[in-house]
């Protein structure tokens, strides 16, 4: 059975792209971003917001973007690696023998950014934070897409990350910068858009090549598009397939 889904809201933020004309425009030729500037996230209360390091302010633009003036929904926060930076300080800090902060390590865990969302905005609701490696946004969207079949009427996606600081800058596989979407979802009888995973086909068309966007961005391009009818990311053994349906 295949699970029909709509995006009926999204959003997106990066240094220099602030809108969805902005973010067309880039996804057709796709350029190094080297601004370092970050989202004022005027929405969020001052007293709350000055919590809040780059990374949380990028996610947290987007989600509140990706809200709008909409009823609240479940919401489901992914990231592949995090606040990662505030982790690496944290391990530094562990390694030269310094007490950690408390307050530094609340905020390093995968779901701090959605409890400070939740505090500010006082909303109840659901919350869900998913990270699985090079298959997060997939992940993401499959824990979505089951709360949907399960009953939720719309739910609200957030994808965020930044590049890998130093030393671990070694194993980032392509250039990335600090960016987050939102997606506000819900199913459809026909029309709109699917996910679905199987085995990896030894075709040339399954690969990504390594010039390629990140995983999270080829997705945003597929959705927000009116071109490809599909795209296919292949990560080890696992194909996904992502499917636009008249």
């Given amino acids: 059975m295949t699970v029909q889904f709509f995006v009926e809201r999204w959003a ?18 796709p350029h190094t971003i080297l601004f370092q500037d970050e989202p004022a996230l005027l ?14 302010r990028v996610a947290l633009q987007a989600t509140y973007w990706g809200q709008g003036e909409a009823h609240p929904c479940p919401i489901v926060f992914a990231s592949r690696r ?8 944290l391990l530094h800090q562990l390694a030269i023998g310094e007490p950690l902060s ?8 995968h779901n701090a950014i959605g409890a400070l969302y939740s505090i500010a905005t006082a909303h109840t609701g659901p919350y869900t934070a998913v990270a699985a490696g090079e298959e997060t946004i997939e992940a993401a969207f499959v824990e979505a897409i089951g709360q949907l079949v399960d009953g939720e009427s ?4 957030v994808y965020y990350d930044e590049p890998m600081p130093a030393p671990y800058d070694v194993f980032q596989d392509r250039p990335e910068f600090a960016r987050a979407m939102a997606y506000r979802i819900r199913l459809v ?50 194909r996904w397939v992502w499917s636009r349906h008249a």
């Avoid at 995090?82 to 300080?89: E, H, M, T």
Wanted: with cysteine; aromatic share 6%; proline share 6%.
């Fill in 102 to 109: 408390p307050a530094a390590f609340s905020m390093s865990v």
């Fill in 43 to 56: 929405e969020m209360p001052a007293m709350i917001r000055r919590r809040v390091e780059r990374l949380g």
């Fill in 12 to 29: 997106a933020w990066a240094p220099g792209l602030c809108d969805q004309a902005a973010w067309r425009a880039w996804l057709r030729q």
């Fill in 189 to 238: 009888e026909s029309g709109g858009c699917s996910l679905q995973a199987g085995p990896t086909v030894d075709r040339l068309g399954d690969r990504d090549e390594p010039t390629a966007l990140p995983s999270d961005l080829a997705a945003l391009k597929f959705l927000v598009s009116d071109g490809d009818s599909q795209y296919v990311h292949a990560v080890g053994a696992r």
């Fill in 82 to 89: 995090g606040d990662i930076s505030r982790s690496l300080q």
């Fill in 154 to 157: 719309e739910v609200l996606l």
